[in-house]
């Protein structure tokens, strides 16, 4: 169940390091029996089969996210937070508003340096001052001053992927290192702070520790429930809450050793 839940998150925490003394977690799943018990067996029989997860909610540094299962009229089985949005969310391809692609990924003559070298982000052209996002929930790892990239900002995402923004003219206050942001969060604004030659975001992200194109990597959906089918899942969630409500919950508090 531990694996199944860490699973479900995967997209919003790096169990690795982002838990922190006093975090906590609620799970509710179904657990099946073989039928009448005798004495031996207990009442139910015996333990077949457990799960899936129907809801669970972690806790971080006293912020709750719940998320739910839930059965779309398609057909696909997903975990949903409270208002609907996928726990398993894309990345933003494009974390700027009205900005235009000035130099993609791969080799190109370098503006400054004036030879081949290889580019590995996507630049955006944008006036001084653009606001720039989070590309998705994380935890910032590095903000400030770094080199020829100027004013910049990485966010790791995810046991896998990170991003990084760069050349920055102003970082917000919510973005210093350890802070932890929601995707569409505004970081900071455009600027043309290191090695550049006028006013761009360039975006990185990275799979793995390593810089991949932007426009082409693999990622999840990260749909949204609209109109009826928003509907349909806030009547099921209701159910699940309720259910949840009704439980007698079993506390089991881990402790690490000192
Ligand atoms: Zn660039």
Redesign the pocket.
């Known amino acids: 169940m531990l694996a199944e839940l860490i699973r479900a998150y995967s997209w919003d925490v790096d169990f690795q390091r982002d838990i922190r003394a006093g975090d906590r977690f609620e799970v509710m799943y179904e657990r099946f029996f073989d039928g009448p018990g005798d004495d031996k067996r207990g009442d139910k029989g015996w333990l077949v089969y457990s799960g899936p997860i129907l809801y669970a909610a972690l806790t971080l540094s006293g912020k709750r996210y719940p998320i739910y299962l839930h059965a779309t009229k398609d057909g696909d089985s997903d975990y949903f937070d409270d208002r609907g949005q996928s726990a398993r969310k894309a990345l933003m391809r494009t974390p700027i508003d009205g900005a235009r692609l000035s ?1 993609g990924f791969g080799r190109r003559r370098h503006p400054i340096l004036g030879y081949t070298k290889l ?1 590995r ?3 955006f052209a944008a006036p001084r001052g653009t606001p720039i996002y989070a590309a998705g929930n994380g935890v910032v790892v590095r903000s400030g001053r770094n080199g020829a990239y100027g004013n910049y900002v990485r966010i790791r995402h995810n046991g896998r992927y990170s991003t990084a923004y ?1 050349h920055m003219r102003a970082i917000n206050k919510s973005a210093r290192r350890g802070k932890r942001v929601k995707q569409g969060q505004i970081i900071g604004t455009v600027g043309s702070t290191g090695r550049s030659t006028g006013p ?1 975001l ?2 990185e992200i990275l799979a793995g520790g390593v810089r991949t194109n932007p426009m082409k990597v693999k990622m999840p959906s990260g749909r949204r429930l609209k109109g009826e089918a928003l509907e349909n899942f806030q009547v099921a969630r209701a159910v699940i809450d309720e259910k949840f409500a009704a439980l007698e919950t079993e506390t089991k508090v881990a402790e690490a050793g000192k």
Request: hydrophobic share 20%; charged share 10%.
């Open positions: 130099s580019h982000g996507v630049d760069a761009h360039h975006y």
